[in-house]
């Protein structure tokens, strides 16, 4: 600013000291660095593979597999079939498992863990040390116990193969697992589907208006009730003007015939099996303790000063929770929640124990033991568990961005 | 997360970031004891007794390696592995050597990049099912649920067996043994299919192990042996002819208890086996007593068959297939001269 000289000895010596080409040089030594160990790393694995007389690549994805896999799910949604199946389709049945047991696991932790999770304040002493029973119990066992314990409580307490236990004249349970009718579309079903999709969104649309009217003009429109009906009668119309496009396979029991004959029969209606239930029922119970203390430490964090205020106000304890703590409570609720859902996921993994094919068993395991690719398949395993968690961050993270305190 | 995931990520990486493994030898010289995976607990193949210590046929074989190299019975360490987990365990250099009752097939001794250094014990596959069935053959079993490990052969050879056959079933596959007996116990399944020899073995653990059978089918070729990794021959060696030395010393008619008095044999092809003569330890690399330290501190192989799994224990399997050739078996080793 003062002496040009002085400037002129700083720019002398800015190769070192100028901190753009300082920042520029650490930038492309990081780069070095990295591509460098990527290199070695390709070399090392191609080193290594070539002495074992391996090789790399994906081919082995097309070739049929062999062994067969438990009717679950994803076995149903791919039409698994030993010999004709190949390696892609193993790895769609473990996705597909590992979602399906994933999502039904999620939402009953969320239903549990809130539940549990208030009821922990609650100011009735039984419902109370209940929740801090339960609370203490799912948490401090470790998970793959709960498995087996439920797993094998489930399997103990059920009726044998050869007997049920019928709750309707087409539901049923026994070992082998829990039997409904399953449903199957005709012809036509699709535009049930989309009646009910335009039902979905017409009812958002209602519950938003009416929310807006409300808040603008104060007079309340019934619109949750309208979107509601919207959202269930234009569906159900539309089924019975096409005729009904669904039919109902029911299940079929027999208790005579050849030994191994009787039972429930293969591939005859809906089947759930115990592995299946069982890692549910553990993953959820197990995940919904730690919720319940999320959600408990939430409603914790919101000031006694608000329960006050809304006393004072005339709300009931019961609105004042629904109205007041819990839109408050959610956002301190929502990021750790995030990672419970995450682990919810991840732990499903342990199912292995109980024969339940889901993507780490069937794929990373059963596959894996026969083709050998353990480069590659790993591969795939951490993509989709990253993309699983990435999926569940950016949702996680737009719902909390809806639920963000809105400052004015 | 999970060990499988956990020893499939370890395989990953150790094929992408060590290097080489030759000089499997001097590994173990260097650690001072072979790292040996064997089975979560398969008696008379590979089990802990009450005092915690690893017996079974499989296992001495690794002590007899042990032995080989060291001279001592102990200087060997035990990494119990499902049967999912087994192959990369041993690609990922977590074991020297595998002796778990595994199946020799093409698809392991090519693909897998492994190498099967014999067979200790030549089995089948066969099928368990409560007596009260009244089943007798294995094609009465269409519409069953069978329970069995998985990352076996037997997942494949029962799906073969069944389609074959033109029969429906369920499978239901756990990773660990204890489970597969536990849930045919508690009746998930009609069925317990695994080698026959396993069926033996886990029978016993069975709440009432009586009032099972196993049907006369026997739907496979298992050849189980010890395994090692490809791109070792040194080690490779080193395996497969510390168990030839066990059955050459049965066949010769060598045990633990006259092993010494032989040592002043006149036949030199006894003299060669306890090194006497030649120099045949030297040039595996390791001392040239290997043999007869072997024979002295185990025994033959016959010895090792009858102490594990033969007729006077629990799982009283008779020798069969596993005689020696000269009594009508499949057991024969090549010569060592
Ligand atoms: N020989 C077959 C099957 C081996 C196998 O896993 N057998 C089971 C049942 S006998 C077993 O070892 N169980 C004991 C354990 O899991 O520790 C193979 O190599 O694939």
């Not at chain 1, 390709?42 to 097309?62: A, I, M, Q, W, Y």
């Not at chain 1, 049945?93 to 549990?112: E, P, S, Y």
């Not at chain 1, 009931?316 to 629904?322: E, I, M, S, W």
């Not at chain 2, 099928?127 to 269409?142: K, W």
Request: some cysteine; proline content about 4%; aromatic content about 12%.
């Amino acid at each position: 600013m003062n002496s040009s000289g002085v400037k002129l000895s700083d720019e002398k010596e800015s190769l070192i000291y100028n901190p753009k080409i300082r920042s520029i040089f650490f930038q492309i030594l990081a780069l070095v660095i990295v591509f460098g160990s990527l290199i070695l790393l390709r070399h090392n694995t191609l080193v290594n593979l070539e002495d074992r007389g391996k090789s790399l690549g994906f081919h082995f994805l097309g070739e049929t597999s062999g062994f067969s896999i438990l009717p679950t799910f994803g076995t149903w949604v791919v039409g698994y079939e030993v010999g004709v199946s190949t390696y892609v389709d193993v790895f769609i049945i473990g996705i597909l498992n590992t979602l399906a047991v994933g999502l039904f696991g999620i939402i009953a932790a969320t239903l549990l863990g809130f539940t549990i999770g208030i009821f922990r304040l609650s100011n009735n002493f039984i419902l109370r040390s209940f929740a801090a029973t339960f609370v203490e119990i799912f948490r401090n066992i470790p998970l793959l116990l709960w498995l087996f314990i439920v797993y094998f409580a489930v399997l103990r307490n059920l009726p044998a193969k050869r007997e049920a236990l019928f709750f309707t004249e087409n539901i049923g349970i026994n070992i082998t697992g829990l039997y409904a009718p399953a449903p199957q579309p005709l012809e036509g079903f699709l535009y049930v589907l989309i009646a009910l999709i335009v039902g979905m969104v017409g009812c958002i649309f209602f519950i938003k208006w009416s929310t807006r009217r409300f808040l603008i003009t104060g007079k309340k429109f019934p619109g949750g009730w309208l979107g509601l009906i919207l959202l269930i009668c234009l569906p159900l119309a539309i089924y019975y003007i096409l005729g009904q496009p669904l039919n109902w396979e029911d299940p079929i029991f027999k208790s005579d015939g050849p030994v191994f004959r009787r039972g429930y029969q293969a591939g005859m209606g809906m089947m759930i099996v115990p592995e299946m239930i069982a890692v549910w029922a553990a993953l959820s119970l197990y995940t919904a303790a730690f919720i319940a203390e999320i959600v408990r430490s939430g409603i914790l964090a919101i000031s006694y000063g608000q329960t006050e205020a809304s006393f004072a106000l005339g709300l009931r304890p019961g609105t004042t929770l629904r109205l007041v703590i819990i839109p408050q409570a959610m956002r301190v609720i929502v990021p750790p929640l995030t990672s419970q859902y995450l682990n919810l996921l991840k732990n499903s993994s342990l199912a292995v124990a109980i024969a339940y094919p889901e993507l780490v068993s069937v794929f990373g395991g059963t596959a894996l033991n026969q083709v050998g690719k353990e480069v590659e398949m790993i591969f795939m395993l951490m993509l989709v568990y990253l993309s699983f968690s990435i999926i569940t961050s950016i949702f996680m993270n737009w719902f909390n961005s809806k639920i963000k305190l809105v400052e004015r | 997360m999970k060990k499988s995931f956990i020893f499939g990520a370890i395989a990953a990486l150790g094929l992408i970031s060590t290097g080489a493994f030759a000089g499997t030898l001097d590994d173990i010289k260097s650690k001072g004891f072979v790292q040996c995976g064997v089975s979560q607990g398969l008696p008379g193949f590979s089990n802990q007794d009450d005092s915690g210590k690893w017996t079974g046929l499989d296992v001495e074989l690794c002590r007899a390696v042990a032995v080989a190299v060291f001279g001592d019975t102990n200087a060997v360490k035990f990494s119990p592995l499902s049967s999912k987990q087994r192959f990369t365990a041993l690609s990922s250099g977590e074991i020297d050597i595998l002796s778990r009752n595994t199946t020799w097939t093409m698809t392991r001794d090519t693909q897998l990049g492994l190498n099967f250094a014999g067979v200790n014990y030549y089995d089948g596959q066969g099928m368990m099912v409560p007596a009260g069935m009244g089943v007798s053959s294995g094609t009465e079993l269409d519409g069953a649920n069978i329970c069995t490990n998985t990352g076996t052969t037997t997942e494949l050879n029962i799906t073969d067996y069944f389609r074959f056959n033109n029969m429906g079933f369920n499978l239901v596959a756990f990773e660990k043994a204890d489970e597969v007996v536990a849930a045919y116990d508690a009746g998930r399944c009609d069925v317990y299919t695994t080698d026959r020899s396993g069926l033996a073995a886990q029978r016993l653990k069975l709440s009432n192990p009586d009032s099972h059978v196993v049907l006369p089918e026997i739907i496979s070729k298992e050849p189980l042996g010890p395994v090692v990794r490809q791109g070792d021959d040194q080690w490779f060696n080193i395996v497969k002819w510390v168990h030839n030395a066990m059955v050459n010393a049965e066949e010769m008619g060598i045990t633990s208890a006259n092993v010494d008095s032989k040592k002043g044999s006149d036949n030199p092809a006894v003299k060669r086996l306890l090194g006497t003569e030649g120099s045949f330890g030297d040039e595996l690399g390791i001392s040239n007593d290997w043999a007869y330290n072997i024979i002295k501190h185990i025994g033959n192989y016959g010895e090792s068959y009858e102490r594990n799994v033969g007729p006077n224990t629990p799982l009283k399997l008779a020798r069969g297939a596993n005689a020696l050739w000269t009594n009508g078996g499949l057991m024969y080793a090549p010569p060592i001269r």
